[in-house]
């Protein structure tokens, strides 16, 4: 009886431990958990933190690279400023009385614009398609020439210029307004469009 008794209890003592080994067991388990837990949120943190740090530097080298793209355009613009074929239409239109832009000439100046800013062609030649009257008018516009000299350098009156820059801004920029306001955004566009920048993402940079 007496050992019967004892077996019970020696049973009862293994009972005991398997449980306090189980529970032991199961704690452990917790622990690994709620540590793994902690760790997925701090990388997490650190990972939001590392994301912040990639879209300033991503930022910092869009505005790099867009200071480069506006510095070469300005250089290239320098370039046309100081050709001699500018300063050949400048002194035409000079004497426009007397003297007129030849064939050859257009070509020229068109040519170097085509070789400098070659989006500016494309923009106003390929995905607008403008006559040659309209194109010479945006082409001297944009490059600093008066209403006057224009009329007189295409041979065309001032108010068709005028007309002509207005229905363009429409035509173009899909506005209404003046023809000033068609010189205003012709020189902010052009100086903007890059050679991968469509006409709908400007749209959405300028809005």
């Known amino acids: 009886m007496f050992r019967y008794l004892l077996l019970i209890n020696v049973y009862?003592?293994?009972?005991?431990?398997?449980?306090?080994?189980r529970n032991i067991l199961i704690f452990c388990l917790f622990v690994a958990v709620v540590f793994l837990f902690v760790l997925r949120l701090k990388d997490k943190k650190r990972m939001k933190v590392y994301e912040e740090k990639i879209v300033v530097l991503r930022k910092q080298i869009s505005e790099y690279r867009e200071q480069i793209n506006d510095n070469e355009m300005l250089e290239r613009e320098k370039e046309i400023y100081e050709s001699e074929i500018y300063h050949r239409f400048k002194y035409l239109s000079y004497h426009a009385a007397t003297l007129q832009p030849s064939k050859k000439e257009w070509e020229e100046l068109m040519a170097l614009v085509s070789l400098k800013c070659p989006q500016f062609c494309r923009f106003l030649q390929v995905e607008h398609n403008l006559s040659d009257v309209e194109y010479r008018v945006c082409l001297l516009t944009r490059w600093g020439f008066?209403?006057?000299?224009?009329?007189?350098?295409v041979e065309i009156s001032r108010t068709s210029v005028s007309?002509?820059?207005?229905?363009?801004?429409?035509?173009?920029?899909?506005?209404?307004?003046n023809a000033k306001k068609f010189d205003e955004l012709l020189k902010a566009?052009?100086?903007?469009?890059k050679t991968e920048i469509s006409w709908i993402m400007w749209q959405k940079i300028k809005n």
């Open 12 to 21: 009862e003592q293994f009972l005991a431990s398997l449980i306090g080994a």
């Open 146 to 153: 008066k209403a006057a000299e224009t009329a007189d350098l």
């Open 163 to 177: 007309i002509i820059r207005k229905r363009l801004l429409k035509k173009i920029f899909k506005e209404e307004g």
């Open 189 to 193: 566009f052009t100086r903007s469009y």
